[in-house]
């Protein structure tokens, strides 16, 4: 029988703990080349402790305290969850800001793509029609009205990509005019006019609902109401909704995708279920892509504040001003006041999933998750639901959870999503290309048709991080031009639209 080599990955020289590389875990007594014997069972992605820690010792990992041992903890053995103690965030009025701006990186040139230009300067990845809502009332409608749009007209009009219904929960039964309703007001109105769909979406609103079609896009669409008097039923209200659709889908069959400087790329970055190899692997890969996007002129936007807060400490040193850094703490500190509302705090983030993958709390997490954002300077910060402006690294706030990130990362403009996992998701959006990328070479073997990128190699020393973020460069160049597709398009996974809303419910 082969014997296999026992390996753990160890991320930094300060670290006292590992975790364990071997796909089915190692038994108790493996013995390591460096001397190290364990003395219990470890699964896969879980910690071993590289050396004796005492009662309140800090339990290091990425060179960073991520908790304090809640008793003794022997050498060799199994650093399980509840023997590590929970550490206080980093105090936001104690953060060093714009401190230690990275020096700009040689630009890349000469990198394109084919895209989708529009009138207000965007560039799409999609020539797409979409079919906005002012209110959830009207979802089932216009749902049937796109599967009968997508089986009786579209075939006319091959130049169009899709059809793709922007429905929601949305729009009455709400405090419209609360501070809170801004979010998924402007939410909204930004997805409508998304690169991917020209710009100019068509709107179909009910009539009676809080949230009208002209505070939701202020006048810049097409809009079917189905209330009007000349809807004699349900038929016609399809009818009305179809003739629309056809219009604009003349319209937009004449568009033509031409070259395009990489530079017009707004590429988003998420995880969702997450493992101990995420911070190792795949977001280590996808953040030297995202320095290779910087390079060249593109804007890459990351998110999800529960899981950068713990990390805010690395991030807000590298802002490009103290503007931005005061931004990226502005963001913080409302989402901090958000959860005490609510009598939780970032504690509530790590989901069973992740405890199951190896991260014992959400600093390991957050440790992990922001080797996404790569090494460069962050230029700029905005709000839930707003548009990224800047080019380069950009922190857009959003909360963690998947399709709530993925929606407001929609309405920033993003053209392009890279989602990492470790362990596993079928998640994917209709309106732009999904790219995953597994941190576990196991979970590509156990996917092969759901998994875009395997950088479970990284941990074994197949590729490099180099390697693996290359490949994850050139794969969005030619998803952007129409080049190929990812697993999540393949299948037809597109997960619906989940908006933040803040604000109360009436």
């Not at 364990?20 to 460096?34: I, K, Y």
Request: proline share 7%.
């Amino acid at each position: 029988m082969e014997t296999v080599e026992p390996l753990y990955v160890r991320v930094h020289q300060r670290d006292n703990v590992a975790i364990v590389a071997n796909p089915e875990g190692l038994p108790a007594g493996t013995s390591f080349p460096c001397g190290l014997e364990l003395t219990e069972a470890v699964p896969q992605a879980h910690k071993l402790a590289l050396c004796d820690l005492a009662p309140g010792a800090a339990i290091v990992r990425y060179g960073e305290v991520i908790g304090h041992a809640q008793g003794s903890i022997a050498r060799g053995s199994w650093v399980r969850e509840e023997m590590v103690s929970l550490p206080p965030a980093p105090a936001l009025d104690q953060l060093p800001l714009a401190t230690s701006v990275p020096a700009p990186l040689p630009p890349l040139e000469g990198y394109t793509f084919e895209g989708f230009g529009n009138p207000d300067g965007t560039v799409g990845t999609r020539n797409l029609l979409g079919i906005a809502t002012t209110v959830q009332c009207v979802a089932p409608t216009v749902e049937h009205a796109v599967r009968r749009i997508q089986a009786e007209i579209l075939p006319h009009y091959p130049g169009v990509d899709g059809v793709v219904a922007i429905t929601h929960t949305y729009g009455c039964g709400v405090a419209i005019d609360a501070p809170g309703a801004a979010i998924p007001i402007r939410t909204l109105r930004n997805i409508g006019l998304h690169p991917n769909l020209g710009g100019e979406p068509l709107v179909v609103s009910l009539g009676c609902e809080k949230l009208q079609p002209s505070r939701m896009l202020e006048g810049r669409a097409d809009v079917v109401r189905l209330q009007d008097e000349e809807h004699r039923g349900f038929a016609e209200m399809v009818a009305a909704i179809m003739r629309a659709a056809e219009k604009r889908l003349a319209g937009l069959s004449q568009r033509r995708r031409r070259t395009f400087p990489a530079s017009e790329l707004v590429v988003g970055l998420q995880c969702g279920g997450s493992d101990a190899f995420s911070g190792v692997t795949a977001n280590p890969a996808v953040g030297y892509a995202a320095d290779l996007l910087v390079r060249a002129g593109a804007t890459v936007m990351f998110s999800e504040v529960t899981e950068v807060r713990d990390a805010v400490h690395l991030l807000t040193p590298r802002a490009v001003n103290l503007d931005v850094a005061r931004a990226l703490v502005r963001e913080m500190a409302w989402y901090d006041d958000y959860l005490g509302r609510g009598s939780a705090d970032r504690s509530a983030n790590t989901t069973p999933g992740n405890k199951r993958g190896g991260l014992a709390n959400i600093v390991e997490k957050a440790l992990g998750s922001v080797a996404k954002a790569g090494t460069t300077a962050l230029m700029a910060v905005t709000a839930p639901g707003e548009r990224v402006r800047a080019k380069g690294l950009v922190f857009a706030a959003t909360p963690a959870g998947d399709f709530v990130c993925g929606t407001l990362q929609l309405a920033a403009g993003m053209n392009l999503h890279v989602f990492t996992t470790g362990e596993g998701t079928p998640y994917g959006l209709a309106m732009v290309p999904v790219v995953k990328v597994s941190s576990r070479t196991a979970l590509a073997e156990r996917w092969p048709d759901l998994i875009d990128v395997d950088a479970g190699r990284i941990a074994t020393g197949a590729a490099s991080i180099e390697e693996v973020g290359c490949e994850i460069f050139r794969l969005l160049l030619e998803l952007a031009s129409g080049r190929g597709e990812t697993w999540a398009d393949h299948w037809g996974l597109h997960n619906a639209l989940a908006l933040f809303n803040p604000g109360p419910v009436t």
